[in-house]
């Protein structure tokens, strides 16, 4: 799909690898790189296609490994003018560099599909627990989330001009896998995010090929939540966390410090309520009002439990600081 230009007039295609089988069924688009800096899901997409044949399927599967190419050209979040193409749906063919591809993409692909899954990673300085969000109280999404097995489920509202609000408009069925950070390739998110998208697959186009084996404990469960916080930075200074992705919380208890390089007094960061860590920051440099900590709570309706958690600390081990 033909996209504007590069300054010298080097054309730049949207690039999609389409999947066809004999029988008829669904289509299912699997996509990645809408923010350029987020390269695990371009990973993700780019080991799709080792598994994935039109033998093996019914309907159509289409992968797209990066729709913001700009973005991706600059290791950068964003398209060069600075905006943000998932905030930019459903677009408009006489807008701005962002609009235009938001409609293009939409158009030519949205439209088309029955099922989305758009692989994220975290932002800069950012590092997401392998999670799936999307609208869990719809049957549908719902049983495709478990299908896919992230550790966290997590009910997501939309957002106002995402390409999730874009599709879900229009009757499509879409999910978002996050995990991992910008600009880096984690090979523990790739191989869930595999399995995960292989076997939704499995289920709405009857894929039939191989899946590899998750890197999740077997006694791991999949836990559903409805609400997310982030915990803000009460001033500018250095954050130290006594927690990391994945690890439970409990209401009041401590999650990490903010501390100050001329003097020895810090600020305590505490849970304000039970649940676990899904998000955390990667630089300890956090200004006032910057997100440290990503809590899900856990106190909320339809939620599963875990039975152990991911990446248990050794007995007698001490958060690093």
């Known amino acids: 799909m033909d996209l504007a230009r590069l300054y010298d007039a080097t054309p730049i295609p949207l690039m999609a690898h389409v999947m066809r089988g004999k029988q008829d069924g669904p289509v299912s688009v699997i996509s990645a790189g809408i923010h350029g800096d987020e390269i695990n899901g371009v990973e993700i997409a780019r080991q799709l296609l080792f598994f994935l044949k039109p033998a093996l399927i019914r309907g159509t599967v289409v992968v797209i490994p990066v729709i913001n190419i700009y973005g991706f050209f600059e290791k950068s979040r964003y398209l060069p003018d600075r905006r943000d193409l998932n905030r930019s749906f459903p677009g408009n063919p006489e807008g701005s560099l962002a609009a235009q591809i938001a409609h293009c993409f939409l158009e030519k692909v949205g439209r088309l599909c029955d099922y989305s899954i758009d692989l994220h990673s975290g932002a800069s300085f950012r590092k997401n627990w392998p999670q799936l969000r999307g609208d869990m109280k719809d049957p549908t999404t719902l049983a495709l989330a478990k299908k896919f097995g992230a550790p966290a489920l997590l009910h997501a509202p939309l957002v106002k001009g995402s390409l999730r609000e874009a599709l879900v408009s229009l009757g499509k069925k879409a999910l978002l896998y996050e995990s991992g950070e910008a600009l880096q390739v984690d090979p523990f998110a790739v191989k869930i995010g595999v399995q995960g998208v292989l076997k939704v697959l499995k289920e709405t186009n009857g894929y039939k090929g191989a899946i590899p084996k998750s890197?999740?404990?077997?006694?791991?469960?999949?836990?559903?939540?409805?609400?997310?916080?982030?915990?803000?930075?009460?001033?500018?200074g250095m954050f130290y966390a006594f927690v990391d992705c994945?690890?439970?919380?409990?209401?009041?208890?401590?999650?990490?410090?903010?501390?100050?390089?001329?003097?020895?007094?810090?600020?305590?960061?505490?849970?304000?309520?039970?649940?676990?860590?899904?998000?955390?920051?990667?630089?300890?440099?956090?200004?006032?009002?910057?997100?440290?900590?990503?809590?899900?709570?856990?106190?909320?309706?339809?939620?599963?439990?875990?039975?152990?958690?991911?990446?248990?600390?050794?007995?007698?081990?001490?958060p690093k600081r």
């Open 215 to 236: 890197p999740l404990p077997s006694a791991l469960k999949s836990c559903i939540y409805h609400r997310s916080r982030w915990l803000r930075a009460p001033e500018s």
């Open 246 to 318: 994945g690890d439970p919380v409990k209401k009041g208890k401590s999650v990490g410090e903010v501390c100050f390089p001329h003097s020895q007094r810090t600020l305590p960061i505490t849970a304000p309520f039970s649940g676990r860590v899904i998000g955390t920051v990667t630089s300890p440099l956090a200004l006032k009002g910057e997100a440290l900590l990503h809590i899900a709570d856990e106190k909320r309706p339809h939620y599963e439990t875990f039975s152990r958690k991911m990446r248990p600390r050794p007995e007698g081990s001490k």
